[in-house]
């Protein structure tokens, strides 16, 4: 994905040689050139509780597949983070299934850059404002 140029310069985190540093630098800019400009600077600290926990696979499957994620690699990833299906009964009448979904699992590296491909769109809004994103936290700044 960094090699195709798939990520935009908006989002850092989980990223080689775009860190934290490099999101506070881009914040503090914004910060001085308002005041350059004696203009206000609006801003928004969000944060995505248990993101990457929370990623809709079939989602993250749609938006792989749109960036030309190879198809084989996208039906493995499919298969990979399918749903859970327990079966239950306490007897021949009585029978419940349940399905658990989950995300992708916290602390994986292969999460970290599924994650990225997955707020994607986030960092791609066509807003009047400048939107950076730094992991699972979001910093919208209207113009």
Request: proline share 8%; net charge positive; with cysteine.
């Amino acid at each position: 994905m960094e090699q195709n140029s798939l990520i935009p310069p908006n989002i850092f985190g989980f990223r080689h040689q775009s860190g934290t540093i490099d999101c506070v630098s881009a914040l503090v800019s914004e910060i001085y050139t308002s005041l350059i400009q004696k203009n206000y600077l609006n801003a928004a600290f969000l944060d995505i509780q248990s993101a990457v926990p929370s990623v809709r696979i079939p989602k993250l499957l749609e938006i792989r597949h749109s960036i030309g994620f190879p198809h084989l690699l996208t039906n493995y990833l499919g298969k990979l983070f399918s749903p859970l299906i327990f079966h239950s009964s306490l007897d021949k009448k009585n029978r419940v299934q349940k399905t658990l979904y989950r995300g992708l699992p916290q602390g994986s590296p292969l999460s970290s850059i599924l994650f990225i491909s997955y707020i994607l769109e986030i960092a791609q809004l066509q807003i009047p404002s400048k939107i950076l994103l730094y992991a699972d936290d979001n910093l919208p700044l209207p113009s």
